[in-house]
């Protein structure tokens, strides 16, 4: 069957319930709320159409900074974990039996589909008090009490590296899993042990899909919304947690849709790194 | 007017031009190869045969009616494709019912001719076998059973054989043949192996850069090659520049050779001499002189290559007939003009 | 390497079980506590995901949701898909970019965005609206596993069908649905598991008027911890598990998920 572009009214057929459902539904949406962004707020949660840009000038305030340095560090944290893991990981992964391969994944997506809600919840009991790990640790005689490890840094990192995790080794594993096998054999017949030719022929070898990788899980993390509210401290909010809260419990919405739009592009700018790093890979 | 008639096909992909004003008649229940180098529009030509592709140019008749812009699905054609595209997720009695079935024939009679086919192939009782659990040569036979299912006007294969490893890819090229001279139907196989199209045609069209260079009986292809590239791509052949001297007497290589007659023909050209018509004999005589630079005994013939004026020569022979030369001997080389063919340069 | 693998396998497997495994045990205390190692056993707090009405009208809202939603993911992705893959049409890529566009940025944007839509249409809070938004917003499922499968069809096939007398319509119904019915089971399997999770959007559309299981959970945590959300947590877990264990089982998982082909 030769592709061909369409030639009468009726072959485009198909594609009107998908093009008007995704412009209806997305399209429009994300123009409503750009221009919300724009709108003058109103005491009591109401906003008027307006054309002022004084939600986007209260991004110059040092709180926002912090917020936006939080967000940005803490997502670049989470994402150079999962990958310094999930790089190796989904190596050796790739390198197993399709019948290991199945296992891990349907473990790895059951996980990345778990509610961001339940995660917290799961992690907030993992460090509680009452049924944490602290209390393993009374009984194996390293800690002479148990103890909350929420609220904390540490505590809003796991759970979001956790989060993450699962994510990055199915971005990953396309890549791995094609990659030529012979590329390390070749290396050991040369005199590399495993761990060199992972490192030595591997490793650069992927350089383009890691960075991609690194690009679309600082993304990832970026998203999470709920897990600095449930288990950190206000000062490790990050710009998602704010957006919900102006939008949901502050009711400004204007503001909210300014910093959602700032987003947008951040994440955008990011998308189009990581599809460059992509097709830089693809060019070699 | 009967048979299958193209009169100036032409197809153009953007600026490329695919087939070149291709005209050619197929007539009723024979065998048709389409030989050539990968690239030069074969597959394409079939492909609108088939209706897959619409020619830009000239016209496509089956039978007398013109067929040129009729859709594929309308053509009752049967056609093996290079994949043989068997449906996966039917055995191989769906597949071989398929078009039986969208025709809308009732199970017994689907039944009835599934069965035959079966028989024919050589294949009884695997219809309810899967398709994926078949060797490349079963699949094949089911690839061509399912496309004879409704006892077509035309049978279309494009490189139906490649899959298939030497030995069985022979013994198919026969079985085709025989298959199509019982069922007597009109039968166009693509091919880029020149003893696929020796072996099974009745006629071969050779076709390069878009176009029929020579369209004749295989032995003739052979024999009487119209231009050096048919000349050269159908089998092994010696391309020597000659040219014609002041007396009227042709040269090659330097040396006369007597009784070759391109008098009325181009004063400088082509001879192409096939290795077996070359004969190697002592140096001398007014015969070309060249000096042996390789022998290659391939068991049952024996391949000389000679050196002469810049040129390679070379010359087989059978064994019976082993030429006593060596490397580096100096011999001549005797050209026989009854079986030399003069061609354009 | 062996040695090294077992190691690393077993390391994240820790990791990732870990905060299950406490999760799982947390759920069969006997008593209205979070305790860990449990006191007791007790599967009473999976019962009250059944028995207490606040909870089972929270998943049957989320079963209701998931699989509508799903539904309507796959309706868009479907014709799409096929679009582009029968027909040679450059620009309609805009439309592929615009289906993957919500699951690639941050979840929050999405969100906001339909919140603000439905807000200014007067529609905010109607439960149908829900259904449109996860629709929307888990479109890239289907519309990823669509694509591969299509891709995954031989063309030749198409031709061979049609030199057999098969038209347009024959051919979809007789061959290309056929081979692409497994990736439609993947592709709606995907959407379902992450709809009955999806909170955000959710919450923003209808969040207010109706609860979704993730969303009475999030409302509970504020109230303190209960054995049921741990209970909650592990059905989905199990849910999840067994729709990708039957999609793993009944497809092909590691080509679904970017590996070329089934290795035997």
Partial sequence: ?284 | MSGLILEHVTKQFGTFTAVNDVSLAVADGSFVCLLGPSGCGKTTLMRMIAGLDLPTGGSIRLSGADITQVPTHRRDLGMVFQSLALFPHLTVGENIAYSLRIRGADKDAQKKRVDELLAMIHLPGFADRSVNKLSGGQRQRVAIARALAISPKLFLLDEPLSALDAKLREAMQVELRQLQQRLGITTIVVTHDQREAMTMADTVVVMNGGEIRQAAAPVDIYRRPADSFVADFIGQTNLLPFETDSTGRAAVLGTSIEGLAPLTGPEKGLLSVRPEDVQLAPAGNGLIPGTVTFVRDLGGTIETFVEAGGQQVIAVSSPRNRPAVHVGQTVGIKLDPATSVVLAK | MTALRRLLFFVVGLFLALPLIVVAGVSINQRQTLAFPPQGFSLSWYAQIFTNPEWRNALVASLTLAATSALLALLIALPLAWFLWRRLAPWANIFQLLGVAPFTLPPVITALGLLTFWATTGFYGQSWTAVISHGIFFVTLPLVTLSLGFSAIDRSLVEAAATMGADDRTIFRTIVLPLILPYIVSGYAFAFVLSLNEYIVAYMTIGFTMETLPIKIFNALRYGYTPTMASVTVLFLVIAAVIFGLVARFGDLPKLLGALSEDK
Wanted: net charge positive; aromatic share 14%.
């Fill in chain 1, 1 to 284: 069957m030769r592709r061909e572009p369409p030639q009468r009214l009726g072959d485009y057929g198909p594609l009107f319930f998908p093009a008007g459902m995704l412009t209806l539904f997305f399209v429009v949406p994300f123009a409503t709320m750009i221009a919300v962004s724009f709108f003058q707020r109103q005491q009591g949660g109401f906003y008027t159409p307006a054309f002022v840009l004084d939600n986007y000038a209260r991004f110059l305030s040092l709180f926002f900074g912090k917020v936006l340095g939080f967000s940005l560090f803490l997502a670049v944290a989470v994402a150079i974990a999962c990958v310094v893991v999930g790089v190796p990981f989904t190596y050796l992964l790739a390198r197993s039996s399709r019948k290991t391969q199945i296992a891990w994944l349907v473990a790895l997506l059951s996980i990345l589909s778990l509610s961001e809600v339940m995660i917290g919840f799961a992690w907030s009991t993992l460090f509680s008090r009452t049924a944490g790990i602290t209390n393993l640790f009374v009984w194996l005689g390293l800690m002479s009490q148990a103890q909350a490890l929420t609220p904390s840094f540490g505590a809003v990192m796991t759970a979001m590296a956790y989060q993450a995790f699962p994510y990055t080794v199915l971005v990953l594993y396309p890549a791995l899993v094609r990659l030529d096998p012979t590329l390390s054999e070749a290396a050991r017949t040369l005199g590399a042990s495993p761990a060199k030719a992972f490192f030595t022929v591997v490793v650069p070898a992927l350089r383009n899909t890691i960075l991609a990788t690194l690009i679309m899980v600082f993304i990832f993390a970026l998203g999470s919304y709920l897990l600095p509210q449930l288990l950190g401290r206000p000062q490790h909010w990050t710009l998602s947690v704010l957006i919900t809260d102006q939008a949901i419990y502050q009711s400004n919405m204007p503001f909210a849709a300014a910093m959602a739009v700032f987003l947008v592009l951040v994440s955008l700018a990011l998308v189009g790194l990581a599809v460059y790093a992509g097709r830089q890979k693809e060019a070699k």
